[in-house]
T-cell receptor, first 114, second 112 residues
Framework: TAGITQAPTSQILAAGRSMTLRCTQD?????MYWYRQDLGLGLRLIHY???????GKGEVPDGYSVSRANTDDFPLTLASAVPSQTSVYFC?????????????FGQGTRLTVV | GESVGLHLPTLSVQEGDNSIINCAYS??????FIWYKQESGKGPQFIID?????DKRQGQRVTVLLNKTVKHLSLQIAATQPGDSAVYFC???????????FGTGTLLAVQP
């Protein structure tokens, strides 16, 4: 089934540890995005990528890094987790020549930093 | 981001009525707009989109209106049903950077 897959679904992480959230899409979309959603709030953009080999900072990039080695994968890394990074993380992608078609979302990763 | 979790704008409507959810966007360079529905515990679900060269687009029971002059977007839901109860988000994509930024969200509560 085509779409976006995130892993893991949920994780409890000790503060100070590092972790990589995985995101893979099989739609050959150029643009990919990482968001965090805190309880009862909207989605805030962490990082994004317009094409393989390029990345950009979103609204809340501090404490996170991304890479885009190929079209399909867009991992998000927390180098040293802090409790304020407890959140639900969503990955998304947009296709189309001008990146103006429906954005697809992964199912989310629920991360708890203790 | 702002702490709107306990103060999420809420629209309460009666079943069968029409709903209008509004969104103000900030970037005049945005070229693409999307409305999403999010139910509790789930990811955002695409509803309808509109490109900046249009001012209206209709789907099944939903209509999106775009007013670029005042940077305003609205979602109209006809004959609102209990299953429409959810949080609705608008999102704008910058034509320059391709950043996709979400609005605060509106909680739609449908009363039976």
């Amino acid at each position: 089934t085509a779409g976006i897959t995130q892993a893991p679904t949920s994780q409890i992480l000790a503060a100070g540890r590092s972790m990589t959230l995985r995101c893979t899409q099989d739609m050959r979309h150029n643009a990919m995005y990482w968001y965090r959603q805190d309880l009862g709030l909207g989605l805030r953009l962490i990082h994004y990528s317009n094409t393989a080999g390029t990345t950009g900072k979103g609204e809340v990039p501090d404490g996170y890094s991304v890479s885009r080695a190929n079209t399909d994968d867009f991992p998000l890394t927390l180098a040293s987790a802090v409790p304020s990074q407890t959140s639900v993380y969503f990955c998304a992608s947009i296709g189309g020549r001008f990146m103006n078609t429906e954005a697809f979302f992964g199912q989310g990763t629920r991360l708890t930093v203790v | 981001g702002e702490s709107v979790g306990l103060h999420l704008p809420t629209l309460s409507v009666q079943e069968g009525d029409n709903s209008i959810i509004n969104c103000a966007y900030s970037n005049s360079a945005s070229d693409y707009f999307i409305w999403y529905k999010q139910e509790s515990g789930k990811g955002p679900q695409f509803i309808i989109d509109i490109r900046s060269n249009m001012d209206k687009r209709q789907g099944q029971r939903v209509t999106v209106l775009l007013n670029k002059t005042v940077k305003h977007l609205s979602l109209q839901i006809a004959a609102t049903q209990p299953g429409d109860s959810a949080v609705y988000f608008c999102a704008e994509k910058s034509g320059a950077t391709n950043k996709l930024i979400f609005g605060t969200g509106t909680l739609l509560a449908v009363q039976p």
